[in-house]
């Protein structure tokens, strides 16, 4: 299966990846500590933050962009379904009440969806962002929870 010049499905699980941080942002007007991170770390958490959001769903530099089998179609749907409905239960957890494991998860389950999305896709730059992002999004939700 391949897709034209937009996936589709990319582009609905970020959508439904961003809605639980809107809500959150809503909520939570002021932030919740004053934790200043290194420069750096904010700004590959950023650049690997929108590059993931924006790969998704646009195959940039990709020859040709699909899965390779119906296998892998049915991988990156079950899996990625998978891992969102995890995502939604630690919001809920998290909303509840807030602690590092449940913010690690936070962290974690979205990287997971681009790596796992990148690699089914051969999408090799978008596993390149889902690193970048993944590291810089760990580290700085360990540094803010832990009181940096």
């Known amino acids: 299966m391949e897709f ?3 996936n589709l ?3 609905g699980i970020v959508v439904l990846i961003m809605i639980p941080n809107i809500i959150y942002a809503a ?4 932030a919740e500590t004053q934790t200043k991170v290194p420069d750096y770390l904010f700004a590959c958490e950023q650049a690997g933050r929108y590059s993931c959001i924006v790969l998704m769903w646009l195959p940039l530099l990709v020859w040709k962009f699909g899965f390779g089998s119906a296998g892998e179609l049915l991988i990156y749907l079950i899996a990625n379904g998978i891992l969102l409905l995890s995502y939604y239960l630690f919001w809920g957890l998290y909303f509840r009440k807030k602690t590092l494991p449940k913010a690690m998860a936070l962290a974690i389950i979205p990287t997971l969806i ?3 999305s990148g690699i089914l896709l051969s999408h090799w730059l978008l596993v390149l962002a889902a690193l970048l992002f993944g590291f810089a999004h760990c580290m700085i939700t360990y540094l803010t929870h832990m009181g940096y």
């Open 4 to 6: 034209g010049w937009i």
């Open 9 to 11: 499905f990319g582009a």
């Open 27 to 30: 909520r939570e007007k002021q």
């Open 114 to 116: 681009f790596l796992l």
